[in-house]
């Protein structure tokens, strides 16, 4: 006797053969974030890991953390728990991981951490992808913070200009941040109530299943005296 398909959750995927080209080709802005951010000095950021120390795993490398941070600004989904769903989901940010997972917990400690070096190494590969029409930084694009791309760069550029809109850029990225950091307690408080609104739920209709079903055994009992 045959019986329906149930999706099988337990099983494990097996990936076919990825060509890396084309889930970051050469011109993308994935393509761009990888390349730039290996030219970062991260070197302040490196010196606070104890690499000496046996016990524990190995940590994800400061710069991993820097290009999900900076890919999530790029595609607007700058929040801890859509930063883990994306290192979980999609293509693009497990090429830039490795493959690896990186839970919110671990992003909300980085980003907390190092929220004063942060914003300038942000800043940095920010400022120039923009300007050479590599990267485009819609959620940075708000307010006071618009980056200028390099079409009129030499007519505008100054110093003092220059300074200034990396001075805004700093603020505006300052604030993503603090703001990704205190999202991850309200997100997970909303989690936890969808939780318990999902078990009352689940319970509700269970209750009304079973009062049809004695329903329907009522009318099926009367029909056959005759009620």
């Not at 991260?42 to 999900?68: A, R």
């Not at 839970?103 to 400690?109: Q, R, V, Y």
């Not at 990396?166 to 999202?183: M, N, V």
Request: net charge neutral.
């Amino acid at each position: 006797m045959r019986k329906f398909k149930q999706p099988n959750r337990e099983q494990l995927l097996m990936l076919t053969t990825v060509n890396l080209e084309t889930v970051a080709p050469v011109g993308s802005a994935l393509r761009a974030i990888d390349e730039l951010v290996n030219q970062l000095d991260t070197s302040e950021v490196e010196k606070n890991y104890d690499l000496e120390t046996p016990q524990g795993g190995f940590p994800i490398h400061p710069k991993t953390m820097i290009k999900v941070s900076l890919y999530a600004l790029h595609n607007c989904r700058f929040s801890l728990r859509k930063m883990e769903e994306d290192t979980t989901q999609h293509l693009g940010y497990r090429w830039l991981t490795g493959n690896e997972v990186i839970d919110h917990s671990t992003m909300g400690k980085f980003l907390s951490r190092y929220k004063k070096e942060l914003p300038d190494l942000l800043g940095q590969v920010a400022m120039i992808g923009v300007e050479h029409e590599l990267i485009d930084f819609e959620v940075l694009n708000i307010d006071t913070v618009k980056i200028r791309a390099n079409a009129s760069y030499k007519q505008f550029r100054t110093s003092e200009a220059i300074r200034k809109e990396q001075q805004k850029l700093r603020k505006r990225l300052k604030e993503l941040i603090e703001d990704s950091c205190r999202e991850n307690d309200e997100e997970k408080r909303v989690l936890q109530l969808r939780m318990k609104k999902l078990e009352a739920a689940k319970y509700e209709l269970q209750q009304r299943i079973e009062e049809k079903s004695v329903g329907k055994d009522d009318r099926e009992r009367g029909d056959r005296i005759g009620l």
